[in-house]
């Protein structure tokens, strides 16, 4: 285990056809810029903050949207991997939430998100069956079930 553990939280973000919205990022330390992978929206807890607070702050810094009826947290996992080429140990905490909007506003990206971030869209559970991405975590399809019973 490394010495530095990092709190996060994740937010399973469904619309209303039960669709979740994924991010697409890049791992900076690839020069050739050809690791690429799905990932639902979330982020690190600051200090003291609550791990709701996190998540309500991480959704209307990534999304946008705010005000959403957080459940959770439902699920939680621990890994280690690497961040951008740094060994990072990780607990994350993950919530679900639902929206009718479908927008986005990326003006609350940070400038690491800005450039690890390439793209977003609303996926099916169908899609990410057949569509042969690399999406995190790996039980992401049945968080996803998951938080549609749950909201």
Sequence with gaps: MLDQTRVAVRIVLLDL????????GRDLSDSGDSVRFWFTAGGGVDGVESLADAANRELQEETGQSGLKL???????????????EPQHQIE????????????????????E???MTTWRWWSTKELETAGVQYFPSSLLDLVRLADVLV
């Excluded at 439902?74 to 951008?84: A, S």
């Excluded at 905490?93 to 690491?112: K, N, Q, V």
């Design 114 to 116: 800005q450039r690890a």
């Design 93 to 112: 905490h993950f919530f679900a939430a639902r929206t009718s909007d479908t927008s986005l506003s990326i003006h609350g990206w940070t400038e690491l």
């Design 17 to 24: 056809s039960s669709r979740v919205l994924l991010f697409e």
């Design 71 to 85: 459940v959770g947290p439902f699920h939680r996992r621990e890994l280690d991997f690497l961040n951008h080429g």
